[in-house]
C-alpha cells in the first residue's frame, strides 16, 4: 500500500527526490519528496508540506530546439566514465582564426597546428591512464557489439575504474577485467547477456572462464551482491527474435513464474528454462516454433530445451496439446 | 520437520608423507614396474597402488603425497605398504613416516530437494551462478569447508581436515538451510 502511494506520488511529480536526511517534523517518516511543480517538499507518509516555495536549481532560459540550446547553454556535456578523462578534456580548436574571426598569420597557424598535435599526444599523461583508456575503449566497442543502453556501459566503466583504484587488475588482463565489468553491469541492470555472448566478442584468451573467475573476484573485492539472473528477463528478447506474439510472451513469463515457485529453476541455467518456457508458451498458443528454432536464439542445445521442457510439462501438469 | 539422517561417504583422502631421507627417484623409477616417471613433466614418481587403492607421488626430498584413499585408515595402510615396497628395493627408510592429512572430500545427500535461490540469498560467503555451475558454492568458516550444495539435496564437502569436520558441516548446514526454509521433501 505504501508502495503504491509512493509510486503514485512520483508519477506526480517531475522530479521526484526522496530525501534520505532530516525526517517529517510531524510523523518522523523520512521519505520526503521535492514536488517541483509546487515547489514543496512533502512527506509521503503523512501528507505534510514541510517547505514551500523551494528553489528551482534548474537553467533560467528555455531552449526550443537545439541550436538555441547551443547558444544559451553555457556548460559542456555532462562528465561520463566511459572516457578517461571523463570528458573534461579541453581542446584546442580546429579552427584556424581568432574569438573575433580573424584568421591567423601562416606564422601563428603553424605554430597551432604544432600545439594541436602536442595535445594530442599528451592527453593520455602517463601509462595508468593510457591503460584506462584502452579499457574504456574496449568496453565501448563490446557493448555497441552488443548494443547495450548507455546506462550499463556507463555502469561498468565506474565498476572498472573502481576495480582500478582498489588495484584489482593486477594479474589480471585489462580486456578480461573490462569484460567481467561489464557483465557485471549488465547483470545489475537486468539487461540479460550471458557470459558466452560476452566471451564470444571480447578480445580474452581464455574466454569465458577468465571473465567468470574475474566478475567473482570483482564482486567479492568491491562487495557488491548481485541476485542471480531470473530466466524472464531473457523472454522478451527471445520473444522478439523468434518474432512471437505479446500473448506468447505473457503466457511464458506466467509459466516461469509458476516454476519459479514449484523450485523447478534452482540448479537450472536460466537460458534454458527460459527456452523451454518459451517454447511450451508458443506451442499452447498455436504459434508454434520448433525446438531447433528456440535452441538457436537462445544459445542452447536441443536437448537442453527438451529436457527442461519435459520437466516444465510433467512439475507443472501443463496439458500439452500436440 | 524431522529429516532423516544425512548419509555421508568419504570419496577421498589426502595426506602428505614426509620420509625423512632423500630417495634416488631414477632408482625407484627403475625397480619399480608401477613406477611413472617424465622429469620433463612433472618432478615426481608417479605411483598406483591396487590394494588399498591409492596413488602416491613421490619427490626426490623424500616427502611424498598420498591420493586417492577412501578413509584414514586407508591412507595409513597405503603408505604403510609403500614404505615396504621402498625398502624392498633399497630405499633405506629408517624413520617413522609422518603423515598429515590434508584433504577430505565427501559426498552426502540431505534426502530433501535444496531451494538454491532461498538458500543463495540468506547464507553468507555464497557464490549461486547457474549460468555457470548448478550448484550453490558455500565457504563454511567453522569447520573450515567448503560445501556445493545441489538442488536435488546432494551435496559435496571439500577441504576438511579431520573426519569429524565433514560430518560437523554436514550437520550445520542442514541446520542452517532448515532454518531459511529452503528444504523440502519430495
Known sequence: ?322 | MESAEPSITIQNVVASVDLGTKIDLILVSKQLEKAEYTPEQFPGVIVRLKEPKAAFLIFSTGKMVCTGGKSEEDVYEAVNTMVDMLNEIGVGITQEPQITIQNMVASASLGVEINLEVASFALDNVIYEPEQFPGVIYRMRDPKVVLLLFGSGKLVVAGAKEKEDVYLAVEKVNEELEAIGSLRTR
Not at chain 1, 555472448?197 to 584468451?205: G, R
Not at chain 1, 573485492?221 to 531470473?230: F, Y
Open chain 1, 1 to 322: 500500500m505504501e508502495e503504491l502511494a509512493k509510486r503514485d506520488a512520483m508519477a506526480k511529480s517531475r522530479d521526484p527526490i526522496i530525501l534520505p536526511s532530516g525526517g517529517c517534523s510531524e510523523c518522523g517518516s523520512n521519505k520526503l519528496i521535492k514536488d517541483h511543480e509546487r515547489a514543496e517538499l512533502i512527506c509521503i507518509n503523512c501528507g505534510l508540506v514541510i517547505k514551500e516555495r523551494l528553489m528551482d536549481m534548474g537553467p533560467e532560459w528555455r531552449a526550443f530546439d537545439s541550436e538555441q540550446k547551443e547558444k544559451r547553454a553555457r556548460v559542456g556535456a555532462p562528465i561520463t566514465y566511459t572516457l578517461h578523462d571523463k570528458g573534461l578534456s579541453t581542446l584546442i580548436d580546429w579552427r584556424n582564426t581568432d574569438s573575433y574571426g580573424n584568421d591567423f598569420t601562416p606564422r601563428r597557424r603553424a605554430q597551432l597546428y604544432r600545439l594541436r598535435k602536442w595535445q594530442r599526444r599528451i592527453r593520455v599523461a602517463d601509462a595508468t591512464e593510457r591503460n584506462l583508456a584502452l579499457a574504456l575503449s574496449e568496453l565501448d566497442r563490446m557493448s555497441s557489439h552488443l548494443s547495450l543502453p548507455r546506462n550499463v556501459k556507463e555502469s561498468a566503466a565506474l565498476l572498472y575504474r573502481k576495480a582500478v583504484e582498489k588495484r584489482l587488475i593486477r594479474g589480471r588482463s585489462i580486456e578480461g577485467v573490462a569484460a567481467a565489468a561489464l557483465y557485471a553491469a549488465c547483470r545489475r541492470y537486468k539487461v540479460p547477456r550471458t557470459l558466452n555472448e560476452i566471451a564470444e566478442v571480447a578480445h580474452v584468451t581464455k574466454g569465458k572462464k577468465e571473465i567468470g573467475r574475474s566478475y567473482r573476484f570483482i564482486c567479492r573485492e568491491l562487495k557488491i551482491s548481485i541476485p542471480p539472473t531470473n530466466p524472464i528477463t531473457y523472454i522478451p528478447r527471445f520473444t522478439s527474435e523468434l518474432n512471437l506474439s505479446g500473448e506468447v510472451q505473457a503466457k511464458a513469463i506466467q509459466i516461469l513464474k509458476e516454476a519459479a515457485k514449484k523450485g523447478l529453476t534452482s540448479g537450472r541455467g536460466p537460458t534454458g528454462v527460459a527456452a523451454a518456457a518459451l517454447y511450451i508458451a508458443s506451442v499452447m498458443l498455436n504459434e508454434r516454433r520448433t525446438q531447433i528454432d528456440v535452441a538457436r536464439v537462445s544459445k542452447v542445445t536441443e536437448v537442453t530445451v527438451r529436457n527442461r521442457y519435459k520437466e516444465l510439462v510433467q512439475k507443472l501438469e501443463l496439458d500439452i496439446p500436440i
